[in-house]
């Protein structure tokens, strides 16, 4: 059965290469193979939500510049509903440089985040939440993230937060979240190791958490169960997105599964797409 879900944060352009090595100082480089793609934490999860065959919202400031016209028409491929928060302005969604080193699969990223784009909470559509089975947020419109997430904790709709890295405002949505899907670079206040993590995130009575680190396990505590789960050993060619990916995997495995299950399986997916050049190509294949 189809299931619905909105995916709450950044939107961007992707200008990604592949590349010998990330470029030094005064060095020009010529890359090996590039492509172009909408991108963002929010954004990557939305599409591999519908890409495993359900309908994602994605909800965030998009505007009327020029670059959102290339934005759209990626994401038009994958059937994401773009619900724009400020449709009038003129400014230019944030634009990512990535630079993937084709021997090892990592990535140098420049770019700008949702701190110049900021939704107001009056531009959300009074149906934001008919129909939606689960909530993804990414922590890059915390404004516009909190008034919905405490709105879908009256409603029984459960929250995911992708905890790529601490953003402040965050404290102040864990309250409402049924699952904190964290990296190894979370580190809340006065956090220095994966335990205190775990216990600030278990403060807020946040029934399952996960931190996940690269090829290394998955740790994870659900309903105060503790564990490990292994993830696939793969040959690496660009790690670009695959958080992101492994967060609309899971996204789409909750609501068929169990906890543990949902992030084994999207863990599988993160792994797929880890051997692709790119945020789309793994979908290709």
Not at 106 to 134: C, F, H, M, Y
Not at 147 to 174: R, T, Y
Not at 216 to 237: A, F
Request: include cysteine; charge should be negative; charged fraction near 15%.
């Amino acid at each position: 059965m189809t299931k619905n879900a909105l995916f709450i944060g950044l939107i961007t352009l992707d200008i990604i290469y592949l590349a010998p090595s990330p470029p030094q100082s005064n060095q020009k480089l010529v890359a090996n193979d590039y492509t172009l793609a909408a991108g963002g934490p929010a954004t990557n999860a939305s599409v591999t939500f519908s890409y495993l065959g359900n309908q994602a919202k994605l909800l965030g400031v998009l505007g009327s510049h020029p670059i959102q016209k290339l934005i759209t028409a990626d994401l038009l491929k994958f059937r994401i509903k773009v619900i724009d928060l400020s449709t009038f302005t003129q400014e230019s969604p944030p634009v990512s440089s990535i630079t993937v080193t084709e021997s090892t699969g990592e990535r140098a990223v420049i770019s700008i985040n949702a701190v110049k784009t900021q939704g107001e909470i009056n531009s959300i559509p009074a149906d934001i939440l008919d129909n939606i089975d689960l909530i993804l947020i990414d922590g890059h419109q915390m404004a516009v993230s909190k008034f919905i997430a405490e709105n879908a904790k009256n409603q029984n709709i459960p929250v995911v937060i992708d905890g790529g890295s601490w953003k402040p405002g965050f404290e102040e949505i864990l309250p409402f979240v049924d699952y904190a899907i964290c990296s190894a670079n979370f580190y809340p206040p006065n956090c220095h190791n994966k335990t205190e993590v775990f216990n600030y995130l278990q403060s807020f009575k946040i029934p399952h958490i996960a931190i996940t680190c690269g090829e290394q396990p998955i740790e994870y505590i659900s309903n105060n169960n503790i564990g490990l789960i292994d993830v696939p050993k793969i040959k690496t060619v660009d790690t670009l997105g695959a958080g992101d990916i492994f967060h609309g995997a899971f996204c789409h495995y909750i609501l068929q599964t169990n906890f543990i299950d949902a992030l084994a399986l999207a863990s599988n997916i993160a792994g797929r797409a880890c051997q692709y050049f790119g945020s789309r190509r793994w979908m290709e294949k």
